[in-house]
Protein backbone atom coordinates (compact mmCIF):
# COMPACT_ATOMS: atom_id res chain seq x y z
CA UNK A 1 0.00 0.00 0.00
CA UNK A 2 2.52 2.73 1.29
CA UNK A 3 4.97 1.25 -1.91
CA UNK A 4 1.79 2.00 -4.07
CA UNK A 5 1.32 5.74 -2.41
CA UNK A 6 4.90 6.40 -3.17
CA UNK A 7 5.08 4.91 -6.95
CA UNK A 8 1.98 7.56 -7.32
CA UNK A 9 3.61 10.66 -5.74
CA UNK A 10 6.91 10.29 -8.09
CA UNK A 11 4.65 9.31 -10.75
CA UNK A 12 2.55 12.88 -10.23
CA UNK A 13 5.83 14.84 -9.88
CA UNK A 14 7.43 13.49 -13.19
CA UNK A 15 4.32 14.60 -14.73
CA UNK A 16 4.43 17.68 -13.14
CA UNK A 17 8.02 18.50 -14.28
CA UNK A 18 7.41 17.49 -18.00
CA UNK A 19 4.83 19.41 -18.12
CA UNK A 20 6.55 22.54 -16.84
CA UNK A 21 9.36 22.16 -19.09
CA UNK A 22 7.14 22.14 -22.02
CA UNK A 23 5.33 25.17 -20.61
CA UNK A 24 8.57 26.78 -19.93
CA UNK A 25 9.63 26.11 -23.32
CA UNK A 26 6.78 27.52 -25.11
CA UNK A 27 6.66 30.68 -23.54
CA UNK A 28 10.38 31.59 -23.81
CA UNK A 29 11.09 31.82 -27.97
CA UNK A 30 14.76 31.28 -27.22
CA UNK A 31 14.96 27.71 -25.22
CA UNK A 32 12.72 26.04 -28.44
CA UNK A 33 15.22 23.81 -30.20
CA UNK A 34 16.17 25.80 -33.88
CA UNK A 35 15.34 23.15 -36.65
CA UNK A 36 18.17 23.01 -38.65
CA UNK A 37 18.39 24.14 -42.16
CA UNK A 38 18.59 21.39 -44.80
CA UNK A 39 21.83 21.58 -47.42
CA UNK A 40 20.77 23.61 -50.40
CA UNK A 41 19.66 21.83 -53.35
CA UNK A 42 20.26 24.49 -55.99
CA UNK A 43 22.88 27.60 -56.90
CA UNK A 44 22.35 29.80 -59.83
CA UNK A 45 24.14 33.21 -60.14
CA UNK A 46 22.20 35.38 -62.86
CA UNK A 47 22.57 39.32 -63.39
CA UNK A 48 19.84 41.32 -64.39
CA UNK A 49 19.78 44.80 -66.00
CA UNK A 50 17.42 48.35 -65.50
CA UNK A 51 17.68 50.97 -68.05
CA UNK A 52 15.46 53.77 -66.51
CA UNK A 53 13.27 55.47 -68.55
CA UNK A 54 14.14 59.67 -69.12
CA UNK A 55 11.74 60.55 -71.53
CA UNK A 56 14.02 60.11 -74.08
CA UNK A 57 15.17 56.81 -74.42
CA UNK A 58 12.13 54.71 -75.15
CA UNK A 59 13.32 52.15 -77.06
CA UNK A 60 15.82 51.25 -74.92
CA UNK A 61 14.49 51.74 -71.83
CA UNK A 62 13.25 48.75 -69.49
CA UNK A 63 12.16 50.20 -66.52
CA UNK A 64 9.63 52.99 -65.94
CA UNK A 65 8.87 55.16 -63.05
CA UNK A 66 5.02 55.14 -62.51
CA UNK A 67 2.12 57.22 -60.54
CA UNK A 68 2.73 61.14 -60.46
CA UNK A 69 0.16 61.76 -58.31
CA UNK A 70 -2.04 64.96 -60.02
CA UNK A 71 -0.78 68.64 -58.03
CA UNK A 72 2.37 65.90 -56.03
CA UNK A 73 4.85 67.41 -58.11
CA UNK A 74 6.56 64.01 -58.22
CA UNK A 75 10.02 64.92 -58.63
CA UNK A 76 10.47 67.37 -55.80
CA UNK A 77 9.67 64.95 -52.83
CA UNK A 78 11.78 62.00 -54.37
CA UNK A 79 15.06 64.27 -55.70
CA UNK A 80 15.21 65.60 -52.63
CA UNK A 81 14.74 62.65 -50.19
CA UNK A 82 16.16 59.28 -51.45
CA UNK A 83 13.86 58.86 -54.89
CA UNK A 84 11.34 58.36 -51.38
CA UNK A 85 8.17 57.65 -53.16
CA UNK A 86 9.05 56.55 -56.18
CA UNK A 87 7.83 53.35 -57.51
CA UNK A 88 9.01 51.51 -61.01
CA UNK A 89 7.68 49.09 -62.89
CA UNK A 90 10.38 46.79 -65.05
CA UNK A 91 11.04 44.23 -67.56
CA UNK A 92 14.66 43.60 -67.67
CA UNK A 93 16.58 41.41 -69.25
CA UNK A 94 18.67 38.40 -67.45
CA UNK A 95 21.98 37.10 -68.62
CA UNK A 96 23.88 34.78 -67.09
CA UNK A 97 27.30 36.78 -66.59
CA UNK A 98 27.56 40.45 -66.54
CA UNK A 99 27.72 41.73 -70.19
CA UNK A 100 24.49 43.75 -70.79
CA UNK A 101 24.89 42.62 -74.42
CA UNK A 102 24.73 38.97 -73.79
CA UNK A 103 21.67 36.64 -75.23
CA UNK A 104 19.09 36.86 -72.51
CA UNK A 105 18.06 33.96 -71.20
CA UNK A 106 15.21 34.85 -69.70
CA UNK A 107 13.49 38.73 -67.84
CA UNK A 108 13.10 40.13 -64.65
CA UNK A 109 9.89 41.41 -64.29
CA UNK A 110 8.13 43.63 -61.15
CA UNK A 111 8.49 46.47 -59.14
CA UNK A 112 10.74 48.01 -57.00
CA UNK A 113 9.87 50.76 -54.48
CA UNK A 114 11.88 53.47 -52.54
CA UNK A 115 10.43 53.54 -49.00
CA UNK A 116 13.00 55.36 -46.95
CA UNK A 117 13.24 59.30 -46.98
CA UNK A 118 16.65 59.19 -44.84
CA UNK A 119 18.38 56.57 -46.50
CA UNK A 120 18.67 54.79 -50.14
CA UNK A 121 16.56 52.05 -50.12
CA UNK A 122 13.64 50.29 -51.60
CA UNK A 123 11.24 47.20 -51.70
CA UNK A 124 11.78 44.48 -54.40
CA UNK A 125 9.13 42.25 -55.77
CA UNK A 126 9.31 40.99 -58.96
CA UNK A 127 9.47 37.31 -61.15
CA UNK A 128 12.49 35.87 -63.42
CA UNK A 129 11.14 34.17 -65.87
CA UNK A 130 13.48 31.93 -67.53
CA UNK A 131 12.97 30.60 -70.79
CA UNK A 132 15.98 28.83 -72.09
CA UNK A 133 17.65 25.87 -72.95
CA UNK A 134 19.91 26.13 -69.33
CA UNK A 135 16.74 27.10 -67.30
CA UNK A 136 12.64 26.93 -67.48
CA UNK A 137 10.19 28.34 -65.44
CA UNK A 138 10.07 31.10 -63.15
CA UNK A 139 11.59 31.80 -59.54
CA UNK A 140 9.58 35.09 -57.27
CA UNK A 141 11.23 37.29 -54.96
CA UNK A 142 10.36 39.65 -52.98
CA UNK A 143 12.17 41.71 -49.67
CA UNK A 144 13.71 44.77 -48.67
CA UNK A 145 16.62 46.07 -50.30
CA UNK A 146 18.91 48.26 -48.42
CA UNK A 147 20.71 49.07 -51.63
CA UNK A 148 23.97 50.57 -49.78
CA UNK A 149 24.82 47.47 -48.23
CA UNK A 150 27.05 45.48 -50.30
CA UNK A 151 25.15 42.05 -50.08
CA UNK A 152 21.57 42.12 -49.31
CA UNK A 153 19.14 38.92 -48.82
CA UNK A 154 16.13 39.08 -50.23
CA UNK A 155 13.40 35.36 -49.83
CA UNK A 156 12.95 32.87 -52.95
CA UNK A 157 8.83 33.04 -52.13
CA UNK A 158 8.28 30.14 -54.71
CA UNK A 159 8.81 29.01 -58.40
CA UNK A 160 6.78 27.32 -61.45
CA UNK A 161 8.61 25.02 -64.15
CA UNK A 162 11.67 23.73 -63.16
CA UNK A 163 11.60 25.80 -59.67
CA UNK A 164 8.14 24.70 -58.76
CA UNK A 165 7.45 25.16 -55.45
CA UNK A 166 10.78 26.54 -54.43
CA UNK A 167 12.31 28.21 -52.00
CA UNK A 168 15.16 30.10 -50.53
CA UNK A 169 17.44 33.10 -50.06
CA UNK A 170 18.99 35.22 -52.88
CA UNK A 171 21.61 37.84 -52.32
CA UNK A 172 21.78 40.39 -54.23
CA UNK A 173 24.52 43.00 -54.95
CA UNK A 174 24.68 46.04 -56.98
CA UNK A 175 27.03 45.11 -60.07
CA UNK A 176 27.15 48.36 -61.86
CA UNK A 177 25.48 51.49 -61.07
CA UNK A 178 25.17 54.84 -63.73
CA UNK A 179 23.31 57.09 -61.57
CA UNK A 180 19.98 57.23 -62.94
CA UNK A 181 20.75 55.63 -66.31
CA UNK A 182 21.82 52.29 -65.86
CA UNK A 183 22.15 49.44 -62.79
CA UNK A 184 22.98 46.30 -62.77
CA UNK A 185 22.43 43.50 -60.02
CA UNK A 186 24.07 40.06 -59.57
CA UNK A 187 21.59 38.12 -57.91
CA UNK A 188 23.12 34.62 -56.49
CA UNK A 189 20.35 32.28 -55.34
CA UNK A 190 20.62 29.78 -53.16
CA UNK A 191 17.40 27.09 -53.11
CA UNK A 192 16.58 25.09 -50.01
CA UNK A 193 13.55 23.45 -51.55
CA UNK A 194 13.78 21.72 -54.81
CA UNK A 195 11.61 19.16 -56.13
C1 LIG B 1 20.92 51.22 -73.97
O1 LIG B 1 21.35 51.33 -72.61
C2 LIG B 1 22.55 50.67 -72.30
C3 LIG B 1 22.78 50.84 -70.81
O2 LIG B 1 22.81 52.17 -70.44
C4 LIG B 1 23.70 51.19 -73.14
O3 LIG B 1 24.85 50.45 -72.86
C5 LIG B 1 23.33 51.10 -74.61
O4 LIG B 1 24.34 51.70 -75.36
C6 LIG B 1 22.00 51.78 -74.89
N1 LIG B 1 21.63 51.57 -76.28
C7 LIG B 1 21.12 52.55 -77.00
C8 LIG B 1 20.77 52.18 -78.40
O5 LIG B 1 20.92 53.65 -76.56
C1 LIG C 1 8.40 70.52 -59.92
O1 LIG C 1 9.74 70.42 -59.48
C2 LIG C 1 10.68 70.83 -60.44
C3 LIG C 1 12.07 70.53 -59.86
O2 LIG C 1 12.25 71.16 -58.63
C4 LIG C 1 10.47 72.30 -60.78
O3 LIG C 1 11.39 72.67 -61.80
C5 LIG C 1 9.05 72.50 -61.30
O4 LIG C 1 8.82 73.86 -61.51
C6 LIG C 1 8.06 71.97 -60.28
N1 LIG C 1 6.73 72.01 -60.85
C7 LIG C 1 5.65 72.38 -60.15
C8 LIG C 1 4.34 72.36 -60.87
O5 LIG C 1 5.73 72.70 -58.97
C1 LIG D 1 9.58 29.66 -74.49
O1 LIG D 1 10.28 29.60 -75.72
C2 LIG D 1 9.71 28.73 -76.67
C3 LIG D 1 10.63 28.68 -77.86
O2 LIG D 1 11.01 29.95 -78.28
C4 LIG D 1 8.29 29.24 -77.01
O3 LIG D 1 7.69 28.34 -77.93
C5 LIG D 1 7.46 29.28 -75.74
O4 LIG D 1 6.19 29.82 -76.01
C6 LIG D 1 8.16 30.12 -74.68
N1 LIG D 1 7.42 30.02 -73.43
C7 LIG D 1 7.14 31.09 -72.68
C8 LIG D 1 6.40 30.81 -71.40
O5 LIG D 1 7.48 32.21 -72.99
C1 LIG E 1 27.11 32.54 -54.42
O1 LIG E 1 26.83 32.08 -53.11
C2 LIG E 1 27.55 30.90 -52.78
C3 LIG E 1 27.05 30.45 -51.43
O2 LIG E 1 27.03 31.49 -50.49
C4 LIG E 1 29.04 31.20 -52.79
O3 LIG E 1 29.76 30.02 -52.49
C5 LIG E 1 29.44 31.69 -54.18
O4 LIG E 1 30.78 32.07 -54.18
C6 LIG E 1 28.58 32.88 -54.58
N1 LIG E 1 28.87 33.23 -55.98
C7 LIG E 1 29.05 34.48 -56.39
C8 LIG E 1 29.34 34.66 -57.84
O5 LIG E 1 28.96 35.44 -55.63
Known amino acids: MAIKKYNRAVHLCFVWLVVSTALLQ?????????????????NLVLYFHDVIYNGKNADNATSTLVGAPQGGNL???AGKDNH???????????TVDNNFHSPP?????????YDM????????????VLNSTDYKGTITFSGADPILTKHRDISVVG????????RGIATISTDAYEGDVYFRLCVNITLYECY
Open 26 to 42: TSDGHSRKKRSLPQPCR
Open 75 to 77: TLL
Open 84 to 94: FGDLAVFDDPI
Open 105 to 113: VGRAQGFYF
Open 117 to 128: KNTFSSWLGFTF
Open 159 to 166: GTGDFLMT
